[in-house]
């Protein structure tokens, strides 16, 4: 598969490279952060959450909405699945790490989601990149033998357990947590997931 950077022009349409915030405070912290040899996810993260970069992210990078700090770690070189929010996520890439990326208009109007779509892109260590709402993502890829560790910033609560009876009908079929909408890939047995991607999954 070809793996293009976020900094080649075609990564526009998903989303942009963030320079304005200063990471070292950041990347230093993600250090006492676990690299499992699965994936890990924490959508909320105290320690992190406690950095004056904090502040910047929520009222810069989110218009001062009330944001939540967290991060996804560890091994990982399969699609698995695709999900999007109504906004944009911020990501800050601790290593290099690789993103499969779609877009979210063209999910068909079954929740399926063919995978040839899909595009691959290069995150490089020490980079912060804005993921629009229109994008749909997962968990990074590793770019090496070693892991990854990603940050990932997003609105209060965002991936948490939903807290009312959802009626499985419609796009409401397909979340999962609050302000999550996730389609799986079968072979990845996600459980209580809707299997809408069709073809291979992918596999770096």
Not at 128 to 137: F, G, R, S
Request: aromatic fraction near 10%.
């Amino acid at each position: 598969m070809n793996i293009k950077s976020v900094f080649d022009e075609s990564f526009k349409k998903y989303g942009k490279v963030l320079t304005s915030y200063n990471l070292d405070e950041l990347l230093k912290e993600m250090e006492n952060t676990p690299l499992p040899e699965d994936v890990i996810y924490v959508p909320s993260d105290e320690k992190l959450e406690s950095l004056t970069v904090f502040h910047q992210f929520r009222d810069y990078g989110f218009g001062g909405l009330p944001i939540q700090i967290g991060y996804c770690n560890g091994n990982n070189n399969k699609l698995n699945a695709l999900e999007y929010h109504r906004n944009s996520e911020i990501n800050v890439a601790v290593t290099d790490l690789i993103l499969l990326l779609g877009k979210q208009e063209d999910i068909n109007s079954d929740f399926t989601y063919d995978t040839t779509k899909v595009e691959a892109f290069f995150v490089p260590e020490k980079t912060a990149i804005e993921v629009y709402a229109t994008t749909l993502h997962y968990a990074p890829c590793n770019a090496n033998e070693n892991g990854f560790k990603c940050v990932v910033i997003l609105p209060e609560g965002t991936n948490t357990e939903l807290t009312w009876n959802l009626p499985k009908v419609g796009e409401d079929s397909i979340m999962t947590a609050k302000n999550k909408w996730l389609i799986a890939h079968k072979d990845a047995n996600i459980s209580g997931a809707h299997c809408g991607l069709i073809g291979e999954n992918i596999t770096l």
